[in-house]
């Protein structure tokens, strides 16, 4: 929760995916400290990794905005996140 790859500012515009909401609240602290600075709350985090279809919703709903995946866990899931973004770009989605 002490440690941060991403500034507070850029997490609050990003529309953010974790790969599970109770694993981000509780280690993430790129999300923690945003949070602390009450820059976003629980309902920021629109969407868990497994949540395909909601994912390819914001996708389409807004193609060009920032969205921030956050894992907390083993590297497999960061690689999953890769794999379904590559699928998403060689689909023409966005």
């Known amino acids: 929760p002490e440690r941060a790859e991403v500034p507070p ?4 515009r990003a ?16 999300l923690i400290q945003a ?3 009450g820059l976003i709350d629980e309902g920021s985090i629109l969407a868990e990794l497994h949540e395909r279809e909601r994912i390819a919703e914001l996708r389409r709903a807004e193609p060009g905005a ?9 590297v497999a899931l960061d690689l999953a996140a890769l794999e379904v973004t590559l699928e998403t770009l060689h689909a023409g989605v966005g």
């Not at 529309?15 to 790129?30: C, N, P």
């Not at 920032?66 to 083993?74: P, Y």
């Open 9 to 12: 500012a850029t997490v609050a």
């Open 15 to 30: 529309r953010i995916v974790v790969e599970t909401r109770e694993a981000a609240w509780h280690e993430a602290g790129d």
């Open 35 to 37: 949070r602390e600075a």
């Open 66 to 74: 920032v969205t921030l995946f956050k894992s907390v866990g083993h």
